[in-house]
């Protein structure tokens, strides 16, 4: 038994620096600059065709593999008046780029303002919400503070009546997130969304 013991001693040490140097770290800094609470307010004060919005994104079901966040923007001047509400999966896709997936939640409203007590979403199961198929969202990491990433052309379908399809692109850095989303006709024209460039969120 005391000649195991070293043999043992070491494999949990082994064990232990694989584990750590398993960690996904570039992984890890996208998620962990996405979250927090942040507003274009400077924007909208320079801009006015910019509406004042406020974006929040918090960390939940920590249980669970992966990194899911809970994702809402808002009116900053009508309190309660919620433009969008989702959960988002954000994985490795390959050695060089990462993705993110977005989910529907059913019974949203129920949700709205759930970043201040994430574990309100511990109630919801996988059937509770639905993917967003063609959404998903490809990043790239430019610097080990910067990531940008973007919808694939024409995937995104709208259910907006003229909106054939949806694109959207971000640009994630240490102190601001830019999201720049425009819907286009069967033509591939421009008919929704910013002309200007996009939504420049700074976190607060």
């Not at 890890?28 to 406020?54: C, P």
């Not at 509770?128 to 998903?136: L, T, V």
């Not at 850095?173 to 420049?200: A, C, E, L, M, N």
């Amino acid at each position: 038994m005391k000649r195991l013991l070293p043999f043992f001693l070491l494999s949990i040490f082994l064990f232990g620096c694989n584990s750590k140097s398993a960690k996904d770290t570039e992984l890890n800094n996208l998620v962990n600059l996405v979250l927090g609470e942040f507003s274009n307010e400077e924007q909208a004060k320079n801009d006015a065709s910019y509406a004042h919005l406020n974006l929040v994104n918090a960390r939940i079901w920590k249980d669970k593999p992966g990194y899911w966040v809970y994702s809402e923007v808002s009116d900053a001047k009508q309190d309660l008046y919620i433009y969008s509400q989702r959960i988002v999966n954000y994985k490795r896709l390959d050695s060089t780029s990462f993705i993110s997936t977005s989910y529907i939640i059913d019974g949203a409203k129920d949700f709205e303002s759930g970043w201040k007590d994430p574990n309100i979403f511990d109630e919801l199961t996988m059937d509770d919400i639905e993917m967003r198929r063609g959404c998903e969202v490809y990043y790239k990491k430019k610097t080990s503070t910067i990531f940008s990433g973007k919808t694939d052309k024409g995937s995104c379908i709208s259910s907006i009546k003229g909106i054939d399809y949806i694109t959207s692109a971000f640009v994630v850095s240490k102190d601001k997130i830019s999201v720049w989303t425009r819907g286009y006709d069967q033509k591939g024209k421009q008919v929704w969304g910013k002309i200007k460039g996009p939504f420049k969120y700074k976190k607060q």
